[in-house]
């Protein structure tokens, strides 16, 4: 029988506490409020506490472990009042849906928009994002992806702190405006996808060790406590995993995960978490009837992952690849260094038009370049996601710069270009489709004096390419504040247009049966620093010329040929008989045909 976690209610409206905690000899369920009593758990099974009492729906409570202190639900729906405090007894049986005929969207059809719900809108939460949905079904924008909601500490975050997996974070609204919000959003034709994070426990707020059986005493990370995954007793976490990546599924109606840093899972056992997670998905895509994303964070290209589980794999549906992203990173700020993995101008850039990336392993196995010539096999495109910014990129940078702010407008639609042209899972973050100057700053709102101490030395540590001498701290106030994206009238209305006319473009190429691996041709010329998309099916062909450089470098004069249509041009001189001198960042896309006159 699979494990509980969290309260249940029963029929006659009474409600079932389970707690797992191995380490207690005696728990107490202590009740606050109207209603305030302390009720002695027994113990069904080694490990298990439970009582059953009557208590209404909104009742806050904790459980007393044998130290004497109350410590919130390990399992908590809900914490009202932050990770300190008691949590919030909630019905999830008392949302009223209305997507029963929502079937969610195919992997080829997804086009991504990453946000975080604080800074999405300015009132900063789930409702307030709902109000917004118009704005991206307009843009074309098939799935949103929140950052992490789980209950973190302080009043803002952007997520990966989290210590109550299942308690949506109290700052942006209830559970159930949670649900409103993908209700909506289904309604609407979006899809939407969760960020997890499996991989630690938040630094601050984790009450789960006098519980027992959750913290890892083998090993630790540099964010927070490690899952117990590997060590005595960690069928209990495993199980309360695999729950919680249920749980949002089944009981928010996501239609998807992305786990985050599934490389940073520590896990030694003969069978990792991630394959449970792949099995628990399989049943529920069986389950549910509808389309179902299991997506992960993987920073390099991992076959595994992919791979279907009845062939030993994980059964992952596609994986966040950011060798795409660095890759045209080296070549519009080569002196930019992002990730502690060093992209070369030109040859990466070619080598993942080619075949989709450029390091590869595997969870277990150590990750490496892979050359061209030691393999040329092609990834299946429809299976890495790529982007060219999202929240580590701006984020990371000390002054939450964007890719437009760092380079320059016509680099950032020439990269968008690029990426919208290529028949992998495109993910735009937030902001980016207007070009919003609104930073998004990295940001926290620990108490702990010692660990927001810590936070801000190692910003500095972990990113010592940058100058760190003026920046805005990322525990003020103006942090939060200042990273909230602004609305898309007083953004750049060009870049708009241009993402939407790419987004009409790339479903028309879809719709066509041309857009994948198959009719692919794609490649870099280094001379030119030109990139080359092509597509060929039957009778039917389409293009992409798209030039990348420097600030301030002027690449070798080029002139190309067209023979059919283009549909979407931005630095390029005519010159007549459809010939036209690619300049900076020149962007050519469109249907037919296309030549290079000279090389």
Request: a negative charge; aromatic letters at 10%.
């Amino acid at each position: 029988m699979p494990r509980t976690f969290g309260p249940q209610f029963q029929d006659d409206g009474s409600v079932d506490f389970t707690v797992h905690a191995p380490a207690c000899a005696r728990l107490t369920l202590q009740i606050e409020g109207e209603h305030a009593q302390e009720l002695p758990m027994s113990q069904p099974e080694p490990g298990v506490f439970t009582v059953r009492t009557n208590v209404p729906v909104g009742t806050r409570y904790w459980f007393r472990v044998p130290d004497g202190n109350p410590r919130p639900d390990p399992a908590s729906r809900f914490q009202p009042e932050g990770v300190h405090r008691p949590s919030e007894l909630i019905d999830p049986r008392s949302y009223v849906w209305g997507d029963a005929t929502w079937q969610g969207i195919a992997k080829e059809a997804l086009v991504v928009y990453e946000l975080h719900v604080g800074t999405f809108s300015q009132a900063g939460t789930y409702l307030a994002a709902i109000e917004r949905l118009d704005e991206l079904v307009e843009l074309g924008v098939t799935a949103i992806e929140l950052m992490p909601v789980a209950q973190s500490a302080g009043r803002w975050n952007w997520g990966y702190d989290g210590t109550d997996f299942f308690a949506p974070h109290h700052a942006f609204g209830s559970p159930d405006e949670l649900r409103q919000l993908i209700d909506t959003a289904h309604q609407k034709g979006l899809a939407v996808l969760l960020d997890v994070v499996y991989n630690h426990f938040g630094a601050e707020g984790n009450y789960l060790h006098p519980f027992g059986g959750y913290v890892s005493s083998q090993h630790q990370t540099v964010w927070g406590d490690a899952p117990n995954l590997d060590g005595e007793g960690n069928a209990m976490m495993r199980d309360y995993i695999v729950a919680n990546a249920t749980y949002w599924i089944e009981d928010f109606h996501f239609d998807g995960l992305r786990l985050d840093a599934t490389h940073c899972i520590v896990d030694h056992s003969p069978r990792h978490i991630v394959g449970e997670i792949g099995d628990a998905f399989a049943e529920m895509q069986e389950k549910l009837g509808r389309e179902l994303h299991l997506i992960a964070e993987s920073n390099i290209y991992d076959a595994q992952l992919l791979t279907p589980l009845e062939a030993d794999g994980f059964g992952f549906d596609a994986i966040w690849c950011d060798d795409f992203l660095h890759a045209v990173a080296a070549e519009i700020r080569p002196e930019q260094h992002m990730s502690d993995r060093r992209y070369l101008a030109g040859e990466d850039i070619d080598t993942t038009l080619r075949r989709g990336y450029v390091f590869r392993g595997t969870i277990k196995e150590k990750r490496r370049r892979i050359p061209l010539e030691e393999d040329r096999t092609p990834a299946d495109w429809h299976s890495l996601i790529f982007s060219i910014q999202n929240h580590d990129f701006v984020g990371n940078h000390p002054n939450g710069l964007r890719l437009h702010q760092v380079a320059s407008h016509e680099a950032q639609r020439a990269a968008a270009a690029l990426m919208l042209t290529l028949p992998a899972i495109p993910m735009l973050f937030m902001g980016e489709e207007f070009a919003s100057d609104h930073p998004f700053y990295f940001f926290a709102d620990f108490g702990d004096a010692h660990l927001r101490e810590a936070v801000e030395h190692g910003r500095r540590r972990e990113h010592p390419q940058h100058d760190w001498s003026q920046v805005v701290s990322c525990l003020s106030p103006a942090a939060f504040r200042k990273s909230k994206i602004g609305p898309r009238e007083q953004g750049n209305q060009e870049t708009w247009g241009w993402y939407q006319e790419l987004l009409r473009l790339r479903k028309r190429w879809q719709a066509a049966g041309m857009f994948n691996g198959e009719n692919l041709t794609a490649a870099w010329d280094q001379l030119w620093r030109t990139a080359l998309v092509t597509y060929q099916k039957q009778d039917q062909a389409s293009f992409a010329v798209v030039r990348l450089h420097p600030m301030g470098e002027t690449p070798t004069q080029g002139v190309v040929s067209v023979e059919g249509e283009v549909c979407l041009q931005q630095g390029c001189q005519t010159l007549g008989d459809g010939r036209f001198a690619l300049g900076d960042y020149a962007v050519l896309v469109g249907e037919g045909k296309v030549h290079f006159e000279s090389l």
